[in-house]
């Protein structure tokens, strides 16, 4: 596996920073290398929100992504400031209900119902990255299924374990749809 750039941006509070160092847990627990960054505006919820992952078999010697492999937009405002940054060829996965002009370029789109299904199928909006773990994770097979699923159970706040697994299989479903 050579290296893989993922970007996850939204919104402070829809929980992309905690999504990139689930991702990384999951990374590590397959045995690969792994490295997240992060960067937010200064307002507490509702400024931009960034979190980079970086996971590789080999040695990480930069930490930063240049161009992602991988973008989530969970915003317009992410879509349109992160796009051109995909690689060709790449992957962009962005929210249908928060992206409604979604980006054009040479990579794979997929517009998925995110927000939604973390509202209405798993029952709380709170969950919205960890559907979207699970959907990125479905498209990309980045890391193991088991693997993301020990690292978000890991890291959620007790009590909220059960909430948690079931938006990481709704996620797994609405990407599953798409393929």
């Known amino acids: 596996m050579a290296r893989i750039d993922i970007r996850l941006s ?8 905690t999504s990139g160092a689930i991702l990384g847990i999951a990374a590590v627990y397959d045995g690969k290398n ?7 505006g200064p307002e507490a919820r509702g400024g931009a929100a960034r ?20 973008l989530v937009a969970l915003t317009q405002e992410a879509a349109d400031k992160f796009s ?7 992957i962009v996965i962005v929210d249908e209900l928060m992206v409604k002009n979604p980006p054009k370029g040479n990579f ?3 517009t998925l119902p995110i927000i939604k299904t973390a509202a209405e199928k798993v029952g709380k909006s709170l969950v919205a990255n960890i559907v979207t773990l699970g959907a990125l994770n479905e498209i990309s097979k980045v890391v ?9 159970l890991s ?10 697994k079931k938006a990481l299989i709704a996620g797994q479903e609405i990407a599953k749809a798409v393929l």
């Open 10 to 17: 939204g919104s402070g509070g829809q929980g992309m920073i």
């Open 144 to 152: 193991s299924f088991e693997s993301l699923e020990k690292a978000v």
């Open 108 to 110: 794979k789109l997929y």
């Open 155 to 164: 890291k959620v706040p007790k009590g909220t374990e059960e909430l948690n």
């Open 34 to 40: 792994a490295v997240q960054t992060k960067s937010y």
């Open 84 to 90: 051109e940054a995909v690689k060709e060829g790449g």
């Open 51 to 70: 979190a980079e992952v970086v996971i590789s078999e080999e040695e990480i010697n930069y930490v930063k992504v240049i161009d992602a492999d991988i």
